[in-house]
């Protein structure tokens, strides 16, 4: 039967060649792993799943069995039926956005009867018992849980409940045509198509949608990579697509952040969260310099990647462990915004028709390294690149990070890094010949190789000092030894690192920092041998070259409030603490 579908005769059915077979049935497909995009309203995105605790269907109304993969749940409103019962008739999916002049401007409840058992109604505070079936009613949007019995005592009028500030409900999404039809009408030119087009989102099926959003609220823009270190990208897109609002939630692998950021781009007062690694921070940033938006909305992380440097500074952990994500949406609610400096870097070979590898990108947002910490990291970036399957999680990452250390330490391919480059900063040339070292790091934020404060602590300031007051280069040891890091200063703090040694040994706490080199706003490195060289974790091996880094500007992050870590000395709460005294 497979190869009579097999059209083309390269050995495998694709999607379209199952469906053109007449194999379009939903079980089927999903068993093959060709799980549904969000293409239109009233279309379940079904995923096979084991229930821990009995569940029944929500067709045929009886118990789903089975050791494994017992039936199909929608990931959008949880309508849970058995593969067989596909076939029949179901009820739609929810609705993403308003369909008709009425539904635009009030939500109501849409309710999903059953599996509630063991909770607690919502209405009348009494336990919601299992009677063998469907048991029970939610609502989509606020999540409420009652009894059948206490429909009719709920409001009509939906406020989307606990995560009411991040959700987008169908009542503020809708097409063109209704914004056209609400208008008074006054004489004034409506906007052309195009015009609209450009400012908006358009579905699949051709729809032009707009956004109004509830008033006081802060909608929240979701990218997920799902190739990031921990390989949770999929779970976390299924479940932010359940908790807000489908239209919400953009998966990078399917056209990158664009439709995102051009269906939100006419809001104002909006937030971001990116759900990746630090190299996804850095991707959406750039994104967002480039779309031209009418604000820079404040961008929030879920470190899914293997180091997470930039998320632990913004105190949002050094990798998700499963926790619930409502509360991550409510630290997100509390958070408080910051700066963060993004700094420009410009390569320029000395000989152009030498062969290197290509830079992987042009903007620094937490580091930039030469030397020892440079060499590990192209080590196992071409490591993953040949055996992608043995770096399939954040704790095998670790291993081998620490196998390449090793393996360093005893070949020391960077030592005597003093004789390969010429260091100035804002055009003042530092000395390295009395140094032994074998690596030099550029630091924007307080975190490197997966927590290691290259800088270290400094005491805190006193009250009257300021970092805006400092000179634009700082080299004297003595002044050195008190400068705080700070992200939004326009300076980048230079360490110079003795060897992989030293850097296990600050990782570990054994030594609290590198040496520091200098504090300055415009660095020029010159380079007289092939070096590895590295910029946020995405290494690459560099011909002889001259290096320039500039300031570039500033992009708005979201820093978690204090209650997720014990750890308060973070530049960000330094500064904060500096300015409240």
């Known amino acids: 039967m497979m190869k009579a579908i097999d059209y083309d005769g390269n050995g495998t059915v694709s999607l379209e060649e199952w469906i053109r077979g007449g194999m379009a049935n939903v079980p089927m497909l999903v068993l093959l792993g060709l799980e549904a995009t969000i293409k239109d309203d009233g ?29 199909l749940c929608c990931t959008c409103c949880k309508y849970t039926v058995h593969e067989r019962c596909t076939t029949r008739s179901l009820l739609p999916c929810i609705s993403t956005f308003a369909k008709s002049k009425k539904d635009a401007g009030v939500q109501p409840h849409v309710w999903v009867e059953g599996n509630c058992e ?89 729809q032009i949608l707009r956004i109004t959003p509830v008033p006081e609220t802060h909608p929240l823009l979701v990218f997920v990579n799902l190739k990031s270190g921990g390989k949770q990208g999929k779970r976390v897109l299924r479940k932010f697509r359940y908790l807000l609002n489908p239209r919400q939630v953009y998966d990078l ?51 899914l990647g293997t180091g997470n440097d930039l998320a632990r500074c913004l105190r949002w952990g050094g990798g998700y462990d499963g926790e619930d994500l409502q509360r991550i949406l409510r630290d997100i609610e509390l958070s408080s915004q910051v700066l963060m400096d993004r700094w420009s870097v410009q390569v320029i070979p000395d000989n152009p028709q030498e062969k290197g590898d290509p830079v992987p990108n042009d903007i620094i947002n937490n580091y930039f390294s030469i030397g020892v910490d440079a060499s590990i990291a192209h080590r196992f970036h071409q490591m993953r690149e040949k055996h992608p399957q043995k770096f399939n999680s954040r704790v095998k990452n670790k291993l081998w990070y620490f196998e390449f250390a090793t393996s360093e330490t005893i070949s020391a391919s960077c030592k005597k890094l003093n004789e390969c480059l010429t260091l100035q900063c804002c055009g003042l040339p530092i000395d390295l010949s009395s140094l032994s070292l074998e690596g030099i790091a550029v630091l924007n934020i307080p975190s490197m190789h997966g927590g290691s404060n290259l800088w270290g602590e400094t005491k805190k300031l006193d009250p009257g000092s300021s970092t805006n007051q400092q000179p634009e280069v700082i080299t004297d040891p003595e002044v050195l030894k008190g400068s705080v890091q700070d992200s939004s200063d326009k300076r980048l703090e230079v360490v110079g690192l003795e060897g992989a040694i030293e850097m296990g040994q600050i990782y570990t706490g054994l030594k609290s920092a590198g040496r520091r080199l200098a504090k300055c706003s415009q660095i020029t490195i010159k380079t007289k041998k092939p070096l590895p060289m590295q910029i946020d974790g995405e290494p690459w091996m560099q011909p002889p070259c001259t290096i320039h880094i500039t300031h570039k500007n500033q992009a708005h992050m979201l820093l978690a409030p204090p209650t997720r870590t014990s750890s308060s000395s973070s530049f960000f709460n330094l500064k904060k603490n500096i300015q409240e005294t």
């Not at 709920?154 to 999404?173: F, M, Q, R, Y």
């Not at 609400?182 to 450009?198: A, D, I, V, Y």
């Not at 950021?261 to 850095?282: A, E, H, K």
């Not at 994104?287 to 938006?293: Q, R, S, T, V």
């Open 253 to 303: 692998s399917n056209g990158g952040p664009a439709p995102g950021l051009n269906f939100f781009r006419d809001l104002l007062d909006y937030r971001i969260l990116v759900c990746g690694g630090d190299g996804t921070v850095g991707w959406i940033l750039d994104a967002i310099d480039k779309a031209n938006l009418l604000v820079r909305p404040p961008v929030a992380v879920l470190p």
């Open 43 to 71: 279309q379940h995105l079904w995923q096979l799943k084991h229930f821990k605790r009995p569940v029944y269907c929500n067709v045929c109304h009886s118990l789903l069995v089975g050791l494994r993969k017992q039936g």
């Open 118 to 206: 063991a909770s607690k109604c919502d209405r009348c505070q009494k336990k919601i018992k299992s009677y063998q079936g469907l048991t029970g009613m939610r609502c989509v949007w606020c999540h409420m849980k009652i009894h059948n019995d206490c429909v009719s005592q709920v409001p009509s009028e939906c406020d989307c409940g606990a995560l009411k500030d991040h959700i987008l409900p169908p009542c503020a999404i809708y097409p063109v045509i209704l914004e056209r039809q609400n208008c008074p009408k006054n004489g004034s030119p409506s906007p052309t198509l195009s015009e609209e087009t450009e400012q908006s989102f358009t579905t699949p099926d051709g």
